[in-house]
């Protein structure tokens, strides 16, 4: 009997040990699912931004603004009982909106690029509540959208998998399809001159372009991607809210330096790459640090810290790597 009980007791070790690793691996399989369409999400708002930032030179804070406004749009639209695809169209066309009104605040009122940001994303909380009847926010629980058809859609067919990989799938799919688009633009003239007025305004005036109209367009389009982004979030999180918005510039700034931390390019292409490589690690970041966070003391509320803290961080690195060449270079010719 007690051999019985041995032999049982082994087996009983050895099974809940199997049942711990499996759910460790579904645990982990979970977060890269999670890591993965946080990152793409957002990284749809990192290609806006460094549309702005890094091609134009434009210091726009307006996404604060825009990409709330997709949400708000998209959560209106499918609560009248619009369908899908025109809702997701008008939320984009609500960002190229958002960022008309900078432009023209900049070129028209000659306010400095940040303050017209800033103007227009102020201007933009009212207008959201506006749009949602003067309600913060918006619940998907009884609105079909996407995001939920498309997990429907694996239960039914493919039921073994996370339903979180067909998003995966899906995001992949449609992200680099916009990352594609971006780099063919900038492979044609219009895309080579607004490239140039980033770095030379002078020169685009030379060609005879107004930099004023190149400009509005990179401003509109990067606003309309984070408006885009902010319509997914909506549907990925399962409600749409004025405030989604708070810090959004911060960690798209964070999530752009990281990217640029990790790869060095002056091709287009892996430029746009390493914009969503640096918005997939920082999500992963944020995700490790609201899991496991807990160990060190930390909570959901030091997310903001921690941001602050990896764009410092990679500010310093960078700085400190080029006053280093800048020391060897100088050695060199004093040799």
């Not at 806006?48 to 930032?53: Q, R």
């Not at 726009?60 to 997701?88: E, H, N, R, Y």
């Not at 401003?219 to 810090?247: H, P």
Request: net charge positive; with cysteine; charged share 15%.
């Amino acid at each position: 009997m007690r051999e019985r009980l041995g032999v049982w007791g082994k087996e009983t070790k050895r099974f809940c040990i199997q049942l711990h690793q499996i759910k460790k691996n579904v645990t982990i399989v979970s977060m890269i699912a999670l890591i993965l369409n946080e990152g793409l999400i957002y990284g749809l708002m990192v290609l806006g931004l460094f549309l702005s930032f890094r091609v134009l030179n434009f210091c726009d804070m307006t996404i604060d603004g825009s990409f709330p406004m997709g949400a708000c749009v998209l959560a209106s639209c499918l609560s009248s009982g619009l369908p899908m695809f025109p809702s997701l169209i008008l939320a984009f066309l609500a960002g190229l909106l958002a960022g008309l009104v900078t432009s023209l605040i900049f070129n028209k009122l000659h306010i400095p690029d940040l303050l017209a940001g800033i103007l227009t994303m102020t201007m933009l909380y009212s207008i959201n509540l506006r749009i949602m009847h003067n309600r913060a926010n918006i619940s998907y629980l009884r609105i079909p959208n996407l995001f939920s058809k498309l997990q429907d859609f694996s239960q039914n067919h493919f039921p073994a998998i996370n339903p979180e990989w067909a998003l995966v799938i899906f995001l992949i799919i449609f992200v680099f399809a916009v990352k594609g688009l971006m780099d063919l633009f900038f492979h044609t003239d219009m895309g080579l001159t607004m490239g140039a007025l980033g770095d030379n305004p002078q020169l685009v005036i030379s060609q005879g372009v107004n930099p004023a109209v190149l400009r509005t367009i990179g401003i509109c389009f990067g606003n309309g991607l984070a408006a885009l982004a902010g319509a997914f979030a909506s549907m990925y999180n399962g409600f749409a809210d004025v405030g989604m918005g708070t810090g959004t510039v911060v960690s798209a700034l964070a999530s752009l330096m990281l990217g640029e931390f990790i790869l060095k390019s002056n091709k287009i292409g892996l430029q746009t790459l390493r914009v969503l490589i640096g918005s997939c690690i920082y999500r992963a970041l944020m995700i490790l640090a609201r899991t496991y966070g807990h160990y060190i003391n930390l909570t959901p509320n030091d997310l903001k810290l921690v941001t602050g803290i990896l764009i410092i961080l990679c500010l310093f690195i960078t700085r400190f790597k080029g006053f280093t060449k800048n020391k060897i270079s100088n050695k060199d010719k004093i040799k």
